[in-house]
């Protein structure tokens, strides 16, 4: 049973940091390329970073990029979402997923984790 478990999200100030973790099982994490997706009240969800298999490429949104930093670990079957200088229009639930695909980006399981909120707020 595949399982995607996010944790590390909670209430910070502007200009504040946060680390994300998605503890996987259930699927070989080495054999696909990891995601996270945020959504926020009343917004769709939108990708916000990605990595390759390795963890050889990532990529980023333009509003994120210079500011969050993926990884992963595969011995420990995580991937971790670095979050820094955090802006309020960054509050939303934060949620991890394999990706089908690169180009485009699509995520591989229908059935999403609960996720993590991120509050960034003074």
């Known amino acids: 049973q595949v399982q995607l478990v996010e944790s590390g999200g909670g209430l910070v100030q502007p200009g504040g940091s946060l680390r994300l973790s998605c503890a996987t099982s259930g699927f070989i994490l080495s054999s696909y390329a990891m995601s996270w997706y945020r959504q926020a009240p009343g917004k769709e969800r939108e990708l916000v970073a990605r990595i390759t298999s390795t963890g050889g490429m990532t990529d980023y949104a333009d509003s994120v990029k210079g500011r969050f930093t993926i990884s992963r670990d595969n011995a420990k079957n995580t991937v971790t979402l670095q979050m820094n200088s955090l802006k309020v229009e960054d509050t939303a639930a934060y949620y991890c997923?394999?990706?089908?695909?690169?180009?485009?980006?699509?995520?591989?399981?229908?059935?999403w984790g609960q996720g993590t909120q991120v509050t960034v707020s003074s």
């Open positions: 997923n394999a990706l089908d695909s690169w180009n485009p980006p699509r995520p591989h399981f229908a059935s």
